[in-house]
């Protein structure tokens, strides 16, 4: 079966230091994975998706930045955090188009 | 820009009484799917509508998919306190190039159920 993991659960950050959340998906082979974050209280904003290795795609200008060094491995950087960067972060995963999302336990960061 | 609204944002209800959240799109949908967040958790799948006028169940939950495929609505009857949590709806975005599988998510609306 399908699983998915995304570590750290919890961060916290000072501001200005760099950020690296992975997320990895095991059981499938060349799914579509997202990164959305999810403010307090929120809904879900999708900040990258990415189809396939090396193929990553921005939905919002931010510092942040998304890659896939590997099929299943997604992974969220920042080089300089900033307070509003604080959140909810969630790794999402598909195998085919129009199927159920699947997400990851999250990443709570708080960036002080 | 394509946009999902839900309504209710919060609804607080006494345990056995019914609860209703409505989604409603600026664009027809191919799909509409339906998730719940429970407290301090992430997102999980609840149910997935394709046609027009579809209703499903799932025991005290009722899904209803518009006939226009604009709009949803989430009816749960006689809530008890394990429906706690936060409730979203959500579309594929249209347009763009290829099937990238993007979702656009509502709000949610966030139920209290008082015991």
């Known amino acids: 079966s399908q699983t998915i993991h995304q570590w750290p659960a919890t961060l916290v950050q000072p501001v200005g230091s760099p950020l690296s959340l992975e997320c990895t998906v095991e059981?499938?082979?060349?799914?579509?994975l997202y990164w959305y974050r999810q403010a307090a209280g929120r809904g879900l904003q999708l900040l990258f998706y990415?189809?396939?290795?090396?193929?990553i795609s921005s939905e919002v200008p931010q510092n942040l930045s998304a890659s896939r060094p590997q099929d299943r491995q997604f992974i969220l950087s920042s080089k300089k955090l900033l307070l509003s960067d604080s959140g909810f972060y969630l790794c999402?995963?598909?195998?085919?188009?129009?199927?159920?999302?699947?997400f990851g336990n999250g990443t709570r960061l708080t960036v002080t | 820009g394509q946009q999902v609204m839900q309504i209710p944002q919060y609804q607080h209800v006494q345990e056995g009484e019914d609860f209703t959240t409505y989604c409603n799109s600026s664009?027809?949908?191919?799909?509409i799917q339906w998730y719940k967040q429970r407290p301090g958790g992430h997102p999980v799948f609840l149910i997935q509508?394709?046609?027009?006028?579809e209703v499903k169940k799932q025991k005290r939950l009722t899904f209803q998919f518009g006939e226009a495929k604009k709009n949803s609505s989430l009816h749960i009857t006689a809530t008890q306190t394990t429906d706690v949590g936060t409730y979203f709806c959500?579309?594929?975005?249209?347009?763009?190039?290829?099937?990238?599988?993007?979702?656009?998510f509502g709000q949610g609306t966030t139920l209290q159920v008082k015991p």
């Open positions: 999402a995963w598909i195998d085919r188009d129009n199927s159920p999302l699947h």
């Open positions: 059981g499938t082979s060349n799914p579509n």
């Open positions: 990415s189809v396939g290795i090396g193929q």
């Open positions: 664009t027809t949908l191919s799909n």
């Open positions: 509508l394709v046609k027009s006028g």
């Open positions: 959500a579309g594929p975005y249209r347009g763009g190039s290829g099937n990238t599988g993007k979702l656009i």
